[in-house]
């Protein structure tokens, strides 16, 4: 297999950031998982905009360097495509907590929890594929935390049907059903982003294997 190293340069600068992309994404799904638990019924939007401007800036930051060390076109595009796959992670879950704040009156976090946990199970699943990139690692290796992902998005699919069904089912609010309703779509989603990182990234070891 080509060492990836050789995708990046001599520097393994871009590993670093790439971690601290992965790192932060993690993060702001871990500080959702909290601000969903906080039983006064207070939402703070803070750490969750703290980690998506922490992303951005790391996004910056790799395409500032991209510019100072050579690297062929298409291994920059590689790089640049993990790091905006790390990138709509923390901005997707950002999003959530906006409308969670505007919701939060007419639901429970906990109404959250099973979908929750899957997120996080998948945000560590991401962090352990950008890490294991700088030791150039096996396809099969890649492949099986990208088959674990691909089980979880499984798993929270499954978990929205059974949403809906609740939903539809007549014996909701209208008003909370709505809000029911955006809110399991939103955090689907997150998940969703997890899933595009893991993709983009399997794709760049495969083709470099």
Known sequence: MISLAKLFGKSDRFF??????????????????????????????AELALARRNEKKTAETISEELVKVFVTALEREDIEAISRALYRIPKTVEKFGERYEIM???????????????????????VRM??????????????????????LEGRADTLVLGYLKEIYSGS???????AMRDLYDLLEKVIDRCRDACNVISHVVLKNS
Not at 16 to 42: F, M, P, T, V, Y
Not at 109 to 119: K, V
Not at 172 to 178: C, E, G, H, L, T
Request: no cysteine; glycine share 2%.
């Open 104 to 126: 939060h009156h007419l639901v429970k976090g906990n109404d959250f929890a099973p979908q929750m946990a899957i997120a996080q199970e998948a945000a560590s699943v991401v």
């Open 16 to 45: 670093e950031l790439l971690s601290l992309s992965a790192k932060s994404a993690h993060q702001s799904i871990e500080a959702l998982a909290r601000l969903l638990k906080d039983s006064n019924g207070s939402v703070s939007l």
């Open 130 to 151: 950008v890490d294991m990139l700088p030791n150039s690692p096996k396809l099969e290796l890649i492949k099986a935390e990208n088959d674990k992902m691909q089980e």
């Open 172 to 178: 909701m609010d209208p008003i909370k059903a709505m």
